[in-house]
């Protein structure tokens, strides 16, 4: 079995007893909610996903003072997090993982899922106090490792039919002979803007046209009639490529850039996605911004946050 110890208090670090992640912040008023999302993008992804029963099955207890992940199977075993009040103007937060592993498992954990997990974990509790004091006065840094493993291990693109909401590049190429369409979720604190987005093409090729959350951009080259159009809805971002090789230049070409074509977008944009997912606000900068902005707005003006 695999558990995490680890405890975290404002006036100093230390470690103790059974493996789980313990901080304790200030708890003014009510006190800490648990929300699920104080994590940043690689928490989410994990545990995200089990309020919608995708992959965990989900369990709040006292009021968000208790939330617990129950695994599935494979999964054998559980996350919870706790918050205990320790009196008027205190509370301990609570992290705590078990876990049974194979000896394989174990390996895979050991190696690979530990170091991650314990950064994210540090990181929530990071912003748990950023929300409630304002900052950590000693923000977890990751290890070179750590950024090395996430490199590997980022989200990558899915392959989709061209979607209907991208009207501009449906209407922008007549008979194409190649389409395609790329997607990768949209994590919160991502720029919902598509032209935002343009560095996945090296903001090389001029704009033609936006609507309703699409961009075409103009990437004709040797002869090519090509567009690109990059689409941010609701969930996903969106690269979709159309192409006609009409004339006896562009045809040799594209013969042979489509091979690469396919690699090259996909490489593009998980590198952008990756990029701007690391340099957008944590989730506690944002819960904290917003929380500023409604207490400068006052509760009554009717301005939402």
């Not at 993008?41 to 129950?70: I, T």
């Not at 000896?103 to 106090?129: K, M, Y």
């Not at 944009?269 to 207490?295: F, I, K, N, Y």
């Amino acid at each position: 079995m695999a558990g995490g110890g680890e405890q975290r208090d404002l006036q100093g670090v230390g470690r103790g007893g059974r493996e789980g992640h313990r901080q304790e912040p200030p708890d003014p008023g009510l006190g800490v909610g648990l929300r699920l999302d104080l994590g940043d993008g690689a928490f989410r992804a994990h545990l995200g996903p089990a309020v919608e029963g995708r992959l965990d099955q989900c369990r709040a207890v006292g009021e968000g003072r208790r939330v617990r992940f129950d695994g599935a199977p494979p999964w054998d075993g559980f996350h919870e997090l706790t918050v205990e009040p320790l009196g008027a103007d205190r509370c301990r937060v609570r992290h705590v993982l078990e876990r049974e592993f194979g000896a394989g498992g174990r390996l895979t954990w050991l190696l690979v899922v530990r170091p991650v997990h314990d950064t994210i974990i540090e990181e929530l509790f990071d912003n748990i106090e950023r929300v409630t004091t304002g900052g950590p006065a000693r923000p977890v840094r990751r290890s070179a490792r750590v950024r090395l493993l996430r490199r590997l291990l980022w989200a990558r693109p899915e392959t989709v039919a061209v979607p209907e909401r991208a009207r501009l590049l449906r209407a922008a190429v007549d008979r194409p002979g190649y389409t395609d369409a790329y997607r990768m979720e949209l994590q919160p604190g991502l720029p919902r803007d598509p032209a935002a987005w343009t560095g996945i093409l090296r903001d090389a090729f001029p704009v033609l046209a936006r609507e309703d959350g699409e961009l075409l951009l103009d990437v004709n080259t040797a002869g090519l009639t090509a567009r690109a159009s990059i689409l941010v809805d609701e969930r996903y971002l969106t690269l979709s490529t159309a192409v006609a090789a009409a004339t006896l230049r562009s045809r040799p070409y594209w013969g042979v850039v489509r091979r690469a074509h396919p690699f090259m977008a996909r490489t593009m944009l998980r590198r952008t996605h990756r990029r701007l997912a690391l340099a957008a606000p944590s989730a506690g900068e944002r819960a904290r911004d917003a929380g500023t902005a409604v207490s400068r707005s006052g509760p009554g003006d009717g301005q939402s946050a």
